[in-house]
């Protein structure tokens, strides 16, 4: 069943053309939640809107959108305030109705869109040979989270990892380790991948300093493209290496992904030069074939030149971008692109995909958008490093997390005086330190910056993993008390709502619908992190308030089924974020 909201939004078009026919077609009834719950649970701000419109006073407006509107099934009768407002109060009935129909269904009442688009979320992206580090935290998360949002849409989702598996560095690696190490080259794992990053900083150093050096690595990057088979071998193992390595931090978070490296559209850079030269927008500048850019100029104030083919035959980023965005359109069929990247990314991709509206491969129909996340500080408001000045590594990042729950987690039970199994406590503290990890980061905007705080992360108050995933852990814990096997509950319960802290949690329940769709359409998960807390909040209050399992019939069947339903909420609601919930803590 469609939200509360569009509930709401097409009784009042409907309303709208009744009253006002084409004058005002198309428009937006501005419907929202309120901020007072004395003004009610929505409000209507369309008149304010159409007074320009209709040459008329907006308290008017309102009235003759009420003498054509129909929400009796939904709501209290409208009222107008202040200088056209109309305020909206659900009807008990109405919550109370739609709350039980949603027991035992997985979606909550939730319909997949009746319109699916082909949509490629792009994350991740971690580079070969060397180790993903908390700069992957923010892309691997976030495009993990808009994936699953738009899965559970019913949205057909491709999620790839455009890995950087080609290009100079590749070049430099080879050329280093054919001279330092070539057993490398020609045997798998002759290395460890912490070696192998040690190598690449030396062959970055080298190719910094030796211009002769950086000119052999070029020269290897060009053998590499045009298929070299020593280079090709050499450059197998290396990304095999990486791969793996890759992957087990993929598990631990729970991360599904397709590789799409910048290798795989290799093959393809010859077409995309060739196809830009037949439109007439690749110029040759000083060797090398670009395409200038509409509205990028350089410090000079000319022009600014998107590079394609280097003068030495070579392709760059750019190129494997636009080969990117015409493979993604025209072969796997995508209708909406995202690209999950820091921000510091935004001009790249507004000119590649300018050169690639320009040439015809993005068509107007076609949604391209660029989710741009800030940087991961440290305590000391710097980007987060190791005391010793390094980028910190991933992998220890969540080891540490994991560490500290553990920690946290046998404190309390030693206070408790509780004993537990070396199974559940391992249990515990990895579930609690990756979801700590991923919800301090999807909780904030992700266009901010964040600080990294372990102890914040973890605390048990706020808006934390620990907070909400101890709110499913009391509702579980009522079901353990009073021997109740929620899932038996069923169409059987009725739920009937009596105190104000029941008709809160109601209210909020409902809003799932729109929180998902709001994320969906914005990007921006926070959105949903901050529903699952108010709803946390909210049902420890109803909690704190009503007794549940004292509760005489049929008030205890009925507030058995609202924590029922806040469960299956929350549950639903953190799987989206890519956490998961336990039983017990």
């Not at 109370?96 to 997949?112: F, T, W, Y």
């Not at 699952?532 to 704190?544: R, V």
Request: aromatic residues 8%; hydrophobic residues 35%; negative net charge.
């Amino acid at each position: 069943m469609p939200s509360t909201l569009k509930h709401l939004r097409s009784r009042f078009e409907r309303a709208l053309d009744a009253a006002f026919g084409e004058s005002v077609a198309g428009t937006d009834p501005a419907i929202a939640p309120t901020n007072n719950p004395k003004f009610g649970d929505y409000q209507c701000n369309v008149a304010m809107s159409l007074t320009k419109v209709l040459k008329n006073n907006p308290r008017a407006i309102a009235t003759a959108i009420l003498e054509h509107l129909d929400i009796g099934d939904l709501c209290e009768p409208p009222e107008i305030a202040g200088p056209g407002f109309i305020n909206l109060r659900l009807k008990p009935e109405y919550l109370e109705s739609r709350l039980s129909a949603n027991l035992g269904d997985p979606r909550l009442g939730i319909p997949p869109t009746p319109h699916p688009d082909r949509a490629i979320v792009d994350f991740s992206s971690p580079n070969i040979a060397k180790e993903m580090h908390v700069g992957h935290l923010r892309s691997t998360i976030i495009g993990d989270c808009i994936a699953r949002i738009l899965e559970f849409e019913g949205h057909d989702v491709l999620r790839l990892n455009h890995v950087g598996d080609w290009g100079t560095q590749f070049g430099m690696l080879i050329t280093y380790l054919r001279e330092k190490y070539p057993e490398a080259l020609t045997k798998a794992d002759a290395l460890d991948l912490g070696d192998l990053v040690e190598f690449y900083r030396q062959a970055k150093k080298r190719f910094d300093e030796d211009d002769d050096f950086k000119q052999a690595s070029r020269q290897q990057v060009v053998r590499l493209q045009s298929g070299d088979p020593d280079s090709r071998r050499a450059w197998e193992l290396l990304c095999e290496q990486s791969r793996r390595e890759f992957q087990h931090i993929y598990d631990r978070l729970d991360i599904e992904l397709t590789e799409r490296g910048e290798s795989f559209y290799n093959p393809m850079l010859p077409d995309v030069v060739a196809d830009l030269e037949r439109s007439g927008l690749l110029v040759e500048d000083q060797g090398a074939k670009c395409v200038f850019l509409e509205g990028f100029t350089n410090k000079e104030g000319e022009p600014l030149p998107l590079i394609v083919q280097k003068s030495n035959g070579g392709y760059n980023y750019a190129t494997t971008d636009l080969a990117a965005v015409r493979h993604r359109i025209e072969k796997e069929g995508a209708n909406r692109l995202i690209y999950v990247t820091d921000a510091g990314q935004a001009n790249h991709f507004a000119q590649v995909w300018q050169v690639a509206r320009r040439v015809g491969w993005i068509p107007e129909e076609i949604d391209v958008v660029h989710v741009p996340f800030g940087l991961v500080k440290g305590e000391d408001g710097k980007k987060l490093k190791t005391r010793s000045g390094e980028t910190v590594r991933l992998r220890d990042l969540l080891d540490e997390a994991v560490k500290r729950a553990k920690d946290d987690l046998e404190t309390r039970l030693r206070e408790e005086g509780r004993s537990e199994s070396p199974e559940f406590v391992d249990r515990v503290a990895s579930v609690v330190g990756i979801d700590a990890v991923k919800y301090a980061d999807l909780s904030q905007n992700r266009t901010s910056d964040y600080i990294f705080s372990y102890d914040k992360m973890l605390s048990l108050q706020g808006n934390t993993a620990p907070y909400m995933l101890y709110a499913y852990v009391r509702i579980q814990g009522i079901s353990r008390k009073g021997n109740i096997d929620y899932g038996q509950l069923g169409g059987e319960a009725k739920i009937h709502l009596k105190d104000e802290t029941e008709f809160v949690l109601a209210k909020h329940l409902l809003q799932l619908n729109e929180a998902i769709d709001g994320v969906a359409e914005e990007l921006l998960p926070n959105r949903l992190c901050q529903y699952l807390f108010e709803l946390s909040q909210k049902f420890n209050q109803f909690y704190d308030r009503c007794p549940v399992l004292k509760a005489e019939e049929p008030d205890r069947t009925s507030r058995l089924a609202l924590c029922h339903l806040t469960a299956e909420t929350l549950k639903l609601g953190l799987s989206l974020l890519g956490l998961s919930v336990l039983d017990r803590m």
